[in-house]
């Protein structure tokens, strides 16, 4: 006889564009493989387009294809796809799981700068799943607050973490500029992560021995990016601040192995993923303080000012200066990247919750 975890039909809804260098997209995947290993296949249902928004094409059709599920199918999906698309759902009664990475409202800029009718739409999808899978605790305060989640739906899986090779962070190197250290951003190019910030940052920065490159899906807002290589060219930017755009996972990788500080600046975050990546291969943090990240976040991490971009510069070149310091953040950063736990033991159990059994 079949468990109840293995009877009840889920179907994976995503997007062919959901960008795959984002924080959201690993979790998604990581999620997915726990599914299969616990449970075996399950369906998908990917809509060939998802941002900004799903055309009305496809919305029509993903209606009819809801039909055709058993009526004891889970829909599980990111949250961005039921805020988007609140008429496809409320024509149905299938029981739909969210995943819930962070608020498009603190996407926008926060409750006082979003589109009240994203607000209300957000609220909409939240309350029509019946369980919502959240990556910190900071995400489950911020549904109980806003929208009056009950804590019985919601259930907390922090992001895990692949091996990883310990990289060079504070070291001297045999090859590069001598004396040059190298700084690293990922993330989307997309208003939240305040690369306009960032550039205020660099330009308060030692004009030499540095290096920062920012690796993230430029397409998002292309309008935003022109914008802020503009911003850098007019600094005197250009030859230290590189928009790598997408890298694979091996380009990124090397660029990991060679980077001395991973700087972040975001509005908000969820939990923070790649500062997780970070402490995994032992490379320090400044960041500011930004939702989640404050909460978890310990050793090798210096929390910035948020609104004070000569006071951020300071404490990035009170690194620079200062090797033995560095050095020091590097080995706070690879033991606490220790601590952090694996994928396996994040999605542990995780299927039998998806269909309500666990």
Same mark, same amino acid.
């Given at each position: 006889m079949s468990s109840p975890s293995t009877a009840v039909p889920i179907v994976f809804l995503t997007s062919a564009d959901y960008a795959r260098l984002t924080g959201g997209y690993v979790y998604n995947a990581q999620l997915l493989t726990a599914l299969e290993r616990q449970r075996g296949r399950f369906g998908e249902i990917t809509l060939a387009t998802g941002f900004p928004t799903v055309p009305p094409v496809e919305r029509a059709s993903l209606a009819d294809r809801l039909k055709t599920l058993p009526s004891d199918t889970v829909i599980l999906t990111d949250h961005i796809f039921l805020a988007d698309l609140p008429d496809v759902f409320a024509t149905?009664?299938?029981s739909v799981v969210a995943i819930f990475h962070h608020s498009l409202v603190e996407e926008q800029g926060?409750?006082?700068?979003? *589109? +009240?009718?994203l607000r209300q739409r957000e609220k909409q999808a939240v309350l029509r799943a019946s369980r919502i899978l959240v990556p910190s605790t900071e995400t489950a305060r911020y549904l109980h607050q806003h929208y009056g989640v009950a804590e019985n739906r919601i259930r907390i899986a922090v +992001?895990?973490? %692949?091996?990883?090779?310990?990289? $060079?962070?504070?070291? *001297?190197r045999q090859n590069g500029a001598a004396g040059q250290r190298n700084f690293l951003s990922v993330g989307a190019?997309?208003?939240?992560?305040?690369? *306009?910030?960032? @550039?205020?940052?660099?330009?308060? @920065?030692?004009?030499?021995?540095?290096?920062?490159k920012i690796v993230g899906d430029p397409a998002r807002d292309p309008a935003l990016l022109r914008a802020l290589q503009e911003r850098a060219e007019a600094l005197g930017l250009t030859d230290r601040v590189t928009f790598c755009g997408d890298l694979s996972d091996e380009a990124l990788e090397m660029l990991w192995q060679e980077t001395d500080l991973y700087i972040a600046a975001s509005r908000y975050e969820g939990y923070g993923m790649a500062i997780a990546e970070a402490f995994r291969r032992g490379?320090?943090?400044?960041? $500011?303080?930004?939702g989640a990240v404050s909460t978890w976040a310990s050793g090798g991490i210096t929390?910035?000012?948020?609104?004070?971009?000569a006071a951020m510069a300071l *404490?990035?070149? $009170?690194? @620079?200066?200062? +090797?033995? %310091? @560095?050095?020091?953040?590097?080995e706070r950063a690879w033991a606490f990247g220790r601590t952090l736990p694996t994928w396996e033991e994040t999605f542990e159990g995780v299927a039998d919750w998806v269909v309500g059994d666990g």
């Amino acid at each position: 006889m079949s468990s109840p975890s293995t009877a009840v039909p889920i179907v994976f809804l995503t997007s062919a564009d959901y960008a795959r260098l984002t924080g959201g997209y690993v979790y998604n995947a990581q999620l997915l493989t726990a599914l299969e290993r616990q449970r075996g296949r399950f369906g998908e249902i990917t809509l060939a387009t998802g941002f900004p928004t799903v055309p009305p094409v496809e919305r029509a059709s993903l209606a009819d294809r809801l039909k055709t599920l058993p009526s004891d199918t889970v829909i599980l999906t990111d949250h961005i796809f039921l805020a988007d698309l609140p008429d496809v759902f409320a024509t149905t009664e299938i029981s739909v799981v969210a995943i819930f990475h962070h608020s498009l409202v603190e996407e926008q800029g926060g409750q006082g700068n979003a *589109d +009240p009718a994203l607000r209300q739409r957000e609220k909409q999808a939240v309350l029509r799943a019946s369980r919502i899978l959240v990556p910190s605790t900071e995400t489950a305060r911020y549904l109980h607050q806003h929208y009056g989640v009950a804590e019985n739906r919601i259930r907390i899986a922090v +992001p895990g973490n %692949r091996p990883a090779i310990r990289g $060079t962070a504070g070291k *001297d190197r045999q090859n590069g500029a001598a004396g040059q250290r190298n700084f690293l951003s990922v993330g989307a190019v997309i208003s939240r992560k305040r690369y *306009d910030y960032c @550039l205020d940052v660099a330009a308060y @920065l030692p004009k030499e021995g540095w290096r920062w490159k920012i690796v993230g899906d430029p397409a998002r807002d292309p309008a935003l990016l022109r914008a802020l290589q503009e911003r850098a060219e007019a600094l005197g930017l250009t030859d230290r601040v590189t928009f790598c755009g997408d890298l694979s996972d091996e380009a990124l990788e090397m660029l990991w192995q060679e980077t001395d500080l991973y700087i972040a600046a975001s509005r908000y975050e969820g939990y923070g993923m790649a500062i997780a990546e970070a402490f995994r291969r032992g490379v320090p943090v400044v960041t $500011t303080a930004s939702g989640a990240v404050s909460t978890w976040a310990s050793g090798g991490i210096t929390e910035a000012p948020a609104e004070n971009a000569a006071a951020m510069a300071l *404490d990035i070149a $009170t690194l @620079l200066e200062h +090797p033995a %310091r @560095l050095q020091d953040q590097a080995e706070r950063a690879w033991a606490f990247g220790r601590t952090l736990p694996t994928w396996e033991e994040t999605f542990e159990g995780v299927a039998d919750w998806v269909v309500g059994d666990g």
